[in-house]
T-cell receptor
Framework: KQEVTQIPAALSVPEGENLVLNCSFT??????LQWFRQDPGKGLTSLLL?????REQTSGRLNASLDKSSGRSTLYIAASQPGDSATYLC??????????FGKGNQVVVIP | NAGVTQTPKFQVLKTGQSMTLQCAQD?????MSWYRQDPGMGLRLIHY???????DQGEVPNGYNVSRSTTEDFPLRLLSAAPSQTSVYFC??????????????FGPGTRLLVL
């Protein structure tokens, strides 16, 4: 069974610092890995998708890396802003487009 | 495009009642799935579908039924609600082309409270 772990569960950083969120998974037989953002009481918004053949993906201040062989991904958010405060979810896609999720990194950016 | 829509947004049920959570997408996606999100448990897969007429169980299927008669709709039925089914339910859809799995799109969620 695919297990996805996110560390740390919660973190607070001062505005302007870079954020580093970690995700690990137990089975390297994945199609891709997605990072989502979830605001309190809201749905999930896809931030980045990395195909299993890729090593990283970038969008604006966000950069995500994938090391499939070691079962790890890292999401970097440069120059954090208070608007980045949210929960970030890592999910891997396996057979039939099913997702296995981590429990999330709850981020607070302090002004 | 409306994307993935879910109704209702919020529902209160009594134990033993039944209800259907609606999910629809207008992106002609083949794959649709239902997840529940509980504090401390993350999101867990309930049921999924790879196309009209084809469904299968996920990680936590007990107490739920699904069917997929059209590409657009994927309703989730609670047969006899229990307090353990109090949760936030998310529907998702995605498209798969040339073997690559594409971005998953999520609906806004349905908050269910079972008393």
């Amino acid at each position: 069974k695919q297990e996805v772990t996110q560390i740390p569960a919660a973190l607070s950083v001062p505005e302007g610092e870079n954020l580093v969120l970690n995700c690990s998974f137990t089975d390297s037989a994945i199609y891709n890995l997605q990072w989502f953002r979830q605001d309190p009481g809201k749905g999930l918004t896809s931030l980045l998708l990395i195909q299993s053949s890729q090593r990283e993906q970038t969008s604006g201040r966000l950069n995500a890396s994938l090391d499939k062989s070691s079962g790890r991904s890292t999401l970097y958010i440069a120059a954090s802003q208070p608007g980045d405060s949210a929960t970030y979810l890592c999910a891997v896609t396996y057979g039939n487009n099913r997702l296995a999720f981590g429990k999330g990194n709850q981020v607070v950016v302090i002004p | 495009n409306a994307g993935v829509t879910q109704t209702p947004k919020f529902q209160v049920l009594k134990t033993g009642q039944s209800m259907t959570l609606q999910c629809a997408q207008d992106m002609n996606h083949e794959y649709m799935s239902w997840y529940r999100q509980d504090p401390g448990m993350g999101l867990r897969l309930i049921h999924y579908s790879v196309g009209a007429g084809i469904t299968d169980q996920g990680e936590v299927p007990n107490g739920y039924n699904v069917s997929r008669s059209t590409t657009e709709d994927f309703p989730l039925r609670l047969l006899s609600a229990a307090p353990s089914q109090t949760s936030v339910y998310f529907c998702a859809s995605s498209y798969s082309a040339t073997g690559q799995q594409e971005t998953q799109y999520f609906g806004p969620g349905t908050r269910l409270l079972v008393l």
